[in-house]
């Protein structure tokens, strides 16, 4: 019972979505308006609020270490175990993609990611953050940054804690994390995704006419 009732929890607090909040605070646009419709830090920049844009990419990262931090902290009185701390992971990042506030439009999950690998071992969030730099530095491309981080999240958890119900969840939030880049993926296979910095041609209001998959690829 108190696997689920965290879970549960993690999911609500996974749910706020940062980008929609800040950009309330500061009166900007609904960031599902514009750009490429994806409420994140990314598209909360494209609209010239850098601070709007830090807040909600440090806010999408507490979030989830939050979650996780407060399950490694009462697992023993909860006797969450290794599963529960691993359903609260995956919890508050799902409620990050498909947030019940929010009509279940919600970001890619990077910065939540993040946060929920800080908050299981710090060794986690530091190995998956430098390849991220590592690989922003060398292509210049996020998407594909965080898609390889994602592929590797995993094989460092593995090298360093085995195999467990962490591991698992880890494993289930890079398959949904690089799932939410696909279109990323058709963009950079055809040469037009656009690089850290590089200023996007068609940054118009985000089209109404395209699918919500469409929205996504941005």
């Not at 599963?83 to 993609?97: D, E, I, N, P, T």
Request: net charge positive; hydrophobic share 50%.
């Amino acid at each position: 019972m108190n696997i689920a009732l965290s879970a549960v929890a993690a999911y609500l607090l996974g749910s706020v979505s940062f980008a929609i909040v800040f950009s309330r605070l500061f009166r900007l646009d609904d960031p599902r308006s514009y750009g490429s419709g994806n409420p994140g830090a990314t598209n909360v920049l494209r609209s010239g609020h850098v601070i709007a844009a830090l807040m909600t990419l440090l806010g999408d990262c507490a979030k989830g270490w939050v979650a996780v931090s407060l399950a490694v902290a009462f697992n023993a009185s909860l006797g969450l175990g290794t599963l529960g701390v691993a359903s609260v992971a995956l919890a508050v990042f799902v409620g990050h993609l498909w947030p019940v506030y929010h009509g279940f439009q919600g970001g890619k999950g990077v910065a939540t990611a993040l946060g929920v690998l800080f908050g299981l071992h710090v060794v986690m969030g530091v190995t998956t953050l430098c390849t991220w730099l590592i690989m922003a530095r060398a292509t210049r491309y996020s998407s594909l940054s965080a898609i390889i981080s994602a592929v590797f999240a995993p094989v460092y958890y593995w090298m360093f804690f085995g195999v467990n119900a962490e591991l698992f969840a880890i494993i289930l939030m890079s398959a949904l994390l690089i799932y939410r880049h696909r279109g990323n993926i058709a963009n950079l296979m055809a040469g037009k995704e656009t690089r850290i910095g590089q200023k996007k041609e068609n940054d118009e209001p985000a089209l109404a006419e395209q699918p919500t998959s469409a929205k996504e690829s941005q």
